[in-house]
């Protein structure tokens, strides 16, 4: 963090007292961190703590101008690499979601083109009011970053979700943002994910279970790595990142099409869909009527698009995806081979937490040398994170792709 100039949002709640350890944390890792406090911040803890704290003077009233040459809040939103809002309130959420300015903080961040990391802490029905998450989606779609509360004992008397993130869980949060941004930088990445529907007739299909949240975990950490990013989509249970080009497809013939018309304007492929190997031989054009006791459905075998990919990539860095359900590295690696990908991600499905639907993953990465990283069971986010740093690694080696 050394360099650094990070705002430190420090918006009204009881975990105000959380957020001067974590100004400390911040200062001590080599950031030079300017506090804001709400006036309701100020009632809970001194900002004369804060002050001590992060060795500068913290910013509380819009017209408290100190220094005649500049104009303290469009300075601060200037000079931030980063602005992170910790204990970040309903109000200050709502406020920003909806453009309101009526305090130092508020117009500060929407005078800033920095990014902005939000840390929310509240009452648990706060935090799961219809409102609040409107306005948290609303900002998730304008690329604002968040750190997720922690669930236990809330000062509240409630226990559930809504306690502030842990000083040191934010640190790592901020750590993580320097050292990913910026890294994909005039890369384009494109990703595809989801499942695939293969019509039978107008109103019945064959899909699977994918969720999209792999790939959209991807889609979203490369854009905070400063790519480009096509996302090619099929059916998904949750709602796409923002910042990308969406291509919304139906079929592994329509996915494959998309992909290979793109496939020379990008760097790294990501194909995280699942695929259907099979589709039906014939597409009704009306509604099929019931009539014998028997309907027989006819498949065919669809294209296989990372083996397509694998055979025309000139300069790309391909990376497949593989559910398996047993001899993991042993299909993986047959696969990464088959299908000629550089890495491989394996998961196996029957794992509690990783696989399709769930916001886990717990990964095996390999390239045609065999194991690269081993990841645990994490998050799909930080699955995508540590995929993405090995594929910068690779990039920024100038690693040639597998042949
Ligand atoms: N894949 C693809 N096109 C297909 C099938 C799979 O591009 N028709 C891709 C997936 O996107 C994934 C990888 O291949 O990145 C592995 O998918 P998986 O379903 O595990 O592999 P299959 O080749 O279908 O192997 P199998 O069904 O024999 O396990």
Redesign the pocket.
Known sequence: MNGKTIVLGVSGGIAVYKAAALCSKLSQAGADVRVIMTESAARFVTPLTFQTLSRSEVAIDTFDEKEPSVVQHIDLADRADLVVIAPATANIIAKLANGLADDMLSTTLLATTAPIMVAPAMNVHMYAHPAVEHNMRTLASRGVLFIEPGTGQLACGYVGKGRLAEPEEIVRAVEQHFRESGRLAGKRVLV?AGATVERIDPVRYLTNDSSGKMGFAIAEAAVRMGAQVTLVVGRTSVPPPAGVELIRVES?QQMLDAVMSRLAAHDVIV???????YRPASQEEHKIKKSADELELKLVR??????TIGQHKTHQLVV?????TRDLDA?AMD?LRR?RCDLLAANDVTQEGAGFGTDTNAVRLFDEHGLVEAMPLMTKREVASRLLTVIAERLEKGASPTR
């Open positions: 595809t592994a194909k995280t869909a699942a695929v259907a190997d669809n294209p296989d698009i990372l083996q497949g995806f593989a559910a398996e299909y696969k299908k």
